[in-house]
């Protein structure tokens, strides 16, 4: 199987301010067409090439790093873009997710206020995440190209917090980035639909 780099589910000037053309030029045609391509090259000719993508980033974890890298970047990636849109963010969350957020997390405030600061205090490359596990949510963060599956979870919303990712627009601001992400990107209806498959 080989895999392709998803269409932006959005035109490139669609979420400015919050993030411009530019970034998502940069990022999706560029940065993410990257690990497309170069995942493709390495799974040629490998038990990998026959697997499903979630499949591979837990397969490859801790036995092969350039694979894994790749895999889980474009994993991440692939689920990134369609968890923003335009006038998305705000309070409006569906009620199954607002009911776990309340019973899981503390309520709203208090798991924007924990997932702003997961992505702050990522050291370096990496990503914060909204997951389940174990059929509660939890806030999580992780390195490079790592995710929740690797954890024995699932990602239900995620923000990648490389500066590829925000440098244009924020320069070292990450904090700004993930509150206008947040605030103003954010795809809850896109988020349900990852919190149906958990």
Known sequence: MSFTLPDLPYAYDALQPYMSA???????????????????????????????????????????DKVFNNAGQHFNHTHFWPWMKKGGGGTKVPGKLQGMIDSDLGGFDKMREDFIAAGGAQFGSGWAWLAVKDGKLQVMKSPNGENPLIQGAWPILGVDVWEHSYYIDYRNARPKYLEAFFDNLVNWEHVEEMLEKA
């Open 22 to 64: 530019e970034t998502l030029e940069y990022h999706h045609d560029k940065h993410h067409q990257k690990y497309v391509d170069t995942l493709n090259d390495l799974i040629k000719g490998t038990p990998y090439e026959n697997m499903e993508l979630e499949q591979i980033v837990k397969e490859s974890y801790g036995k092969d």
